[in-house]
Nanobody
Framework: QVQLVESGGGLVQAGGSLRLSCTTS?????????MAWFRQAPGKEREFVAA????????LYADSVKGRFTISRDNAKDTVYLQMNSLEPEDTAVYYC?????????????????WGQGTQVTVSS
């Protein structure tokens, strides 16, 4: 069974940084896979944050995080990362990593079929 396990969430003051990690049981994938991070704040819909292609050459970001967040991956470790800098209270949410069975990064939620359990990020003002 394919699993994604996130870690690295926590409580941080505004202006601070966190790095999220997501490790996959990638050996169960039969093809190359793109990865993404989404987030969901209380009372709001889940929204796209960042995505990265299988090779890592292509990345996509939501306008709200562009210039502050960086997505990267280490395929040798079956892990994707989200470095979050200059955090704002508006970044408070549960962050989910997701995988799609194909090498191309996309922003649409429905394209991602495998999801982690989520990790809480709280930014205090």
């Amino acid at each position: 069974q394919v699993q994604l396990v996130e870690s690295g969430g926590g409580l941080v003051q505004a202006g601070g940084s966190l790095r999220l990690s997501c490790t996959t049981s990638a050996r169960t994938f039969e093809t190359n896979y793109a990865m993404a991070w989404f987030r969901q704040a209380p009372g709001k819909e889940r929204e796209f944050v960042a995505a990265i292609s299988w090779s890592g050459a292509n990345t996509l970001y939501a306008d709200s995080v562009k210039g502050r967040f960086t997505i990267s991956r280490d395929n040798a470790k079956d892990t994707v990362y989200l470095q979050m800098n200059s955090l704002e209270p508006e970044d408070t949410a549960v962050y989910y990593c997701a995988a799609r069975l194909g090498p191309v990064a996309v922003t649409t939620l429905v394209s991602y079929r495998v999801w982690g359990q989520g990790t809480q990020v709280t930014v205090s003002s």
